[in-house]
């Protein structure tokens, strides 16, 4: 009988041992390349399955690796979400830590409780991936609050939605979104982030009026590793000193523990609805008086109590200081302004003052400015929009706003920050439509270019013209200012305006919302 196989698959034939006698040599050559075959088959399978183990195993300890370089803060690694005590986190914020657990635990638990003297919510994420049932807990509680009239604190670290639940997660995440929209400006809203936040969660922190983030935390839209991957490497990427810097950050703490209370803090400060007053403070005098050409910060120390500031944004538009403080004992904004204003400055007053006019915190403008970065570059980077912007806000809010006009005060920076109640002109402050000497150069120009030097006939006209035009009695005289006062009495003048100003009551025309530059 002739062979039914191939030459390569016949070498292989060999008389099976133990075959039954009289079996043809065919089939004991096939019966034995059916053994091989089934050798072949199952070593195969080992491999593979030795294979997917190891490479299971090689990926769980790479991502552990990662996991421990990152929280070492090194950038571009994955990343998971922290182990943090949530009893010790709460402990922090409310008031001697006692509080009431509400819900069922799970990925997302919610208690409430008193903080900083002030009745609160607060929905803390334990690191686990988040289901519906757990968004649906963040909601009921924005729900409540809104209905109560209490702030709310979001502690967040997850990994993210839970992927099995598909898009019932995101629609659940959608209606989270829609009700954080909702009760803004009607409640305040707090992120504390943690840990891990990323995605849609990190969509919902920086809605909120103020986010804290600790050093250790995570906040991106775009996974660090997986921008890397992409050949979009950036130092820091995620982490909480890259979240300041592109001012999405307000507040970064050393620790966990000090961002809760950090959290409870700015809940003291901000009162508890858009409908109630903030709390009054035991306060001290500064110890300086209001200096010409201080820096930003300590301008603003001169008028506010000691001691009593909490900066926001700082790593965000440096040229620009930002801080909720007290004057008197009662909780206000204050703005102080550096040198010059860039986009990323004039973005981080509006963000600020708008945050104090939803909750009818009083602003104080300290104003000594060169105005407006002089930069086409800045220009397209946003600088008018954003200054327009600014503009609209100062304008729209209904807030009591007091601005001290401490230094220079001209042109396009004044009609935007001189929007205020009350205006305070310094002794010695200049405000103009334009810059004395270039102003001169226009109004004297005949003159000037008639004499035997140039630049000494317009210097001397623009000191005459800044002592006469631009001096606080004239802003006064004009219309510019309501009241002058010397550097030494600044802050009894503030107090005495945010005094006269708290009884303010204003009534908008009917519409819907303003069209202001965004």
């Not at 300890?61 to 986190?89: C, D, V, W």
């Not at 004044?414 to 109004?443: F, H, K, N, Q, W």
Request: glycine content about 8%; charged content about 20%; proline content about 3%.
């Amino acid at each position: 009988m002739e062979s039914t196989f191939t030459k390569n698959e016949r070498k292989f034939f060999t008389p099976v041992p133990g075959a039954p006698q009289g079996a043809s040599r065919n089939e004991k050559s096939a019966g034995r390349y059916i053994v091989k075959k089934l050798w072949i088959g199952a070593g195969r399978c080992c491999f593979r399955w030795i294979f997917i183990e190891s490479l299971a195993f090689f990926r769980k300890n790479q991502y552990n690796k990662t996991n421990f370089e990152s929280s070492h803060r090194q950038p571009g690694g994955l990343i998971m979400a922290s182990k943090i005590n949530k009893g010790e986190i709460l402990a922090k914020f409310f008031d001697d830590g006692e509080y009431t657990a509400l819900f069922a635990d799970g990925a997302v638990s919610a208690a409430c409780g008193y903080a900083a003297g002030q009745q609160a919510y607060a929905v803390y994420q334990n690191g686990e991936a988040v289901t519906v049932k757990d968004v649906e807990k963040n909601i009921k509680v924005l729900e409540m609050a809104a209905q109560t009239g209490c702030p709310v604190v979001t502690f967040y670290n997850s990994v993210g939605a839970k992927l099995a639940e598909g898009l019932d997660v995101l629609t659940a995440n959608a209606k989270l979104n829609a009700q954080i929209a909702k009760v803004s400006g009607v409640i305040p809203q707090v992120a504390v982030v943690l840990g891990v936040c990323g995605g849609t969660s990190a969509l919902s922190a920086a809605n909120a009026d103020v986010c804290i983030m600790a050093e250790g935390a995570e906040l991106f839209f775009t996974a660090p590793f997986t921008s890397a991957a992409k050949g979009d490497k950036v130092a820091d990427a995620g982490s909480a000193a890259a979240a300041a810097k592109a001012g999405v950050a307000s507040i970064v703490a050393a620790d966990a523990a000090e961002a809760a209370e950090k959290a409870a803090h700015i809940v003291g400060l901000l009162p508890a609805n858009n409908l109630t007053g903030p709390a009054i403070f035991e306060f001290e005098q500064p110890t300086a008086a209001l200096a010409a050409g201080a820096e930003p910060a300590k301008a603003a120390a001169a008028v506010v109590d000691k001691d009593s500031t909490v900066e926001l944004y700082a790593g965000f538009g440096k040229s620009v200081y930002t801080a909720f403080a007290t004057v008197g004992g009662n909780a206000v904004g204050v703005v102080a302004t550096g040198k010059n204003l860039c986009h990323n400055c004039v973005a981080k007053i509006a963000r600020f003052v708008r945050l104090c006019d939803a909750f009818s915190v009083p602003v104080v403008t300290v104003v000594d400015t060169e105005g407006f970065v002089p930069s086409v570059s800045d220009d397209i980077a946003g600088g008018i929009r954003e200054a327009a912007r600014l503009a609209a806000t100062y304008a729209d809010a209904t807030t009591a706003k007091v601005t001290v006009l401490a230094g220079k005060a001209v042109g396009p920076v004044y009609t935007a920050l001189a929007a205020a109640d009350l205006r305070i002109a310094v002794t010695g402050c200049v405000v103009s439509a334009l810059e004395p000497s270039a102003a001169v150069s226009v109004l004297y120009k005949d003159e000037i270019d008639a004499s035997d030097n140039i630049i000494a006939a317009t210097n001397a006209k623009a000191a005459a013209y800044t002592a006469e035009v631009c001096s606080a009695a004239n802003a006064v005289a004009c219309g510019a200012a309501d009241m002058v006062c010397d550097a030494a009495n600044v802050r009894s003048s503030v107090v005495a305006a945010l005094e006269l100003l708290s009884t303010k009551r204003a009534a908008r025309l009917p519409k819907k919302h303003g069209n202001m530059a965004l």
